[in-house]
């Protein structure tokens, strides 16, 4: 245990600092039915990426169709070609409502009483590791949407497909899967430049203000705390000697970038300001030190799906990083 999470004696400019193994962190018997929990969804992850790297879209059909509106033969490839992506896209946003329960069971873990984030961090290593999880699949799977903009054109041409066969009166077994109601959710969802991000951050705002007897600190507490541990570690040679995989490495700024993000949404002066518990231009000059095709989608992120960022309150210099 005292392998998996080290703390230090010492704390530099009041930020705690931390190693964090998020290689090999087991579940604890007290762990275990929230760590189930959660792994189930996890399991799913690998395979969602792959369908959505996969994901080459029907654009050819698409434009035949339009282009010869009384040719039925063309107008029925179209549709042959978009509906199993729709089924496929369903898919993708069902997975987002289990991950973002899976983040609620979570949280709610690493910021119940009587224990501070810090100390549920030191207890639940691998639920920890499991926050990271989630956090690491949500930018993987938003920095590949943001590179096909084939899934909003076909969903858009399958929206107003349905919507013309429907005043035909013909048979639409897919609205079996795909109703109306269900397009309409799934539209919000990949209108976002990234959903799952956007996911995330509506579910960590729900998080607390349904759990109005929950201070607001025990959650952005957990957060900066978690910004902290892979800052020092991507940091620190002493500790990226340690990971077995170079992956690790990025696996880290995904997960810092994530936290932040979601502090930045659930704290009301957001990540910014100069009161935050978040290292911001540590955390920055961090990314920055990294190859840049590793962390232009990440340095994008900060600069896109933050909330505070162009605050009057955010340091003009922070500002100037992101430019």
């Not at 995330?200 to 607390?208: D, G």
Request: net charge negative.
């Amino acid at each position: 245990m005292g392998n998996l999470l080290k703390v230090l004696t010492r704390e530099i400019e009041n930020y705690p600092h931390f190693f964090l193994d998020f290689e090999n962190a087991q579940p604890t018997d007290c762990e275990r039915d929230v760590w189930n929990q959660v792994n189930t969804v996890l399991q799913d992850s690998e395979s969602i990426l792959s369908g959505l790297q996969a994901y080459k879209g029907a654009g050819q059909e698409i434009r035949d169709a339009i282009q010869n509106p009384n040719d039925m033969l063309l107008q029925e490839r179209a549709w042959n070609s978009v509906c199993p992506l729709v089924i496929r896209l369903k898919k993708f946003y069902a997975f987002s409502l289990r991950l973002e329960k899976a983040l609620q069971s979570l949280l709610e873990s690493l910021t119940c009483p009587p224990y501070t984030p810090m100390q549920h961090l030191e207890k639940e290593q691998a639920l920890a590791k499991q926050f990271a999880e989630i956090l690491h699949f949500t930018l993987r799977f938003d920095e590949l949407k943001m590179r096909i903009p084939a899934i909003q054109n076909d969903f858009s041409y399958y929206r107003r497909t349905i919507s013309r066969n429907r005043i035909n009166n013909m048979n639409l077994d897919i609205e079996n899967e795909v109703n109306n109601e269900m397009a309409n959710r799934m539209s919000l969802f990949y209108a976002e430049a990234t959903p799952m991000l956007k996911t995330l951050s509506n579910a960590t705002t729900s998080f607390v203000t349904e759990n109005k007897t929950l201070p607001l600190e025990n959650t952005t507490d957990c957060l900066s705390t978690m910004a902290s541990v892979c800052k020092v570690m991507l940091e620190t040679p002493e500790y990226t000697s340690r990971f077995n995989s170079e992956d690790t490495l990025l696996f880290c700024m995904r997960v810092m970038v994530g936290v932040i993000i979601l502090y930045d949404h659930v704290h009301p002066n957001g990540a910014f300001t100069r009161s935050s518990k978040i290292d911001m231009k540590g955390c920055i000059k961090v990314l920055k030190e990294q190859p840049a095709d590793n962390v232009e989608g990440l340095l994008n992120a900060l600069k896109f799906t933050t909330k505070h960022l162009n605050d009057e309150s955010t340091p003009k210099n922070i500002k100037t990083m992101l430019q």
